[in-house]
């Protein structure tokens, strides 16, 4: 099946150590989102990609960086994690060519966990 | 800017009881309306949408909503809650454009008692 895959499931890393998460798809979907969601609360939006466009969100912390190499793959990048880091990390895609609005498509999520 | 408030933090219902989770939303022009479904430790999982026409949508697992424009609400709906229906429910609204960036309710977590 066609699938938004995020791995790893779970991420621990030590305060301030860079980390990576990372994204891919196989529904070639033009529209690639990151979403920052904290236990018990909604997902926020932290930036997304239009085709090779990157569009940051305003209040999205400079600590949070994104690649978009090709397509398939999106990846987030934290360069030193604080404490306050900790959360689920979802990836999103989005078929966004049609006029017809598509719904989101989303991962299972990385689980970040910071010592 | 678009909002969208889901009243209810927390519902506990009975296994073959009737579900409705409400769902009210802020925009400026016709909204497109989703429902997403999170079981714990998992990403979200689309359960239905609204863009037009029929205001009255089904999705899957027996899901359905409606939309009302005359009071902003596209409100959820179960007429038999199953144990596996135990899971967080947000509500979201999506800006017209290409992007379609989505703003989420808060979520409503559903409790389902046997």
């Known amino acids: 099946d066609a699938m938004v895959i995020q791995n790893p499931r779970y991420q621990v890393t030590q305060f301030g150590k860079p980390v990576t998460l990372s994204c891919s798809q196989t529904?070639?979907?033009?529209?690639m989102y990151w979403y920052q969601q904290k236990s018990s609360q909604a997902p926020k939006l932290l930036f997304h990609?239009?085709?090779?466009?990157?569009?940051n969100e305003a209040d999205t912390p400079d600590n949070f960086q994104s690649r978009r190499p090709n397509t398939s793959f999106c990846f987030l990048d934290i360069r030193s994690p604080g404490l306050g880091d900790a959360a689920m990390y979802l990836c999103?895609?989005?078929?966004?060519?049609?006029?017809?609005?598509?719904?989101?498509?989303f991962g299972d999520g990385t689980r970040l966990s910071i010592l | 800017a678009q909002s969208v408030t889901q009243p209810d933090i927390h519902i506990t219902v009975s296994e073959g009881a009737s579900l409705e989770l409400r769902c009210n939303y802020s925009?400026?022009?016709?909204?497109?309306l989703f429902w997403y479904v999170q079981s714990p430790g998992q990403g979200l999982q689309l359960l239905l949408k609204?863009?037009?026409?029929?205001?009255l949508v089904q999705g899957i697992k027996g899901f359905e909503a409606e939309f009302k424009r005359s009071q902003s609400s596209f409100n959820l709906r179960k007429p038999s809650v199953h144990w596996s229906d135990a899971a967080e429910y947000f509500c979201?609204?999506?800006?017209?454009?290409?992007?379609?960036?989505?703003?989420f309710g808060t979520g409503t977590r559903l409790q389902v008692t046997l």
């Open positions: 979201a609204v999506g800006a017209t454009g290409t992007a379609s960036k989505l703003t």
């Open positions: 925009y400026g022009a016709t909204p497109y």
């Open positions: 609204y863009f037009s026409g029929d205001t």
């Open positions: 529904l070639n979907h033009n529209v």
């Open positions: 999103a895609t989005r078929w966004g060519r049609s006029e017809s609005n598509q719904p989101q498509h």
């Open positions: 990609y239009y085709d090779k466009d990157f569009n």
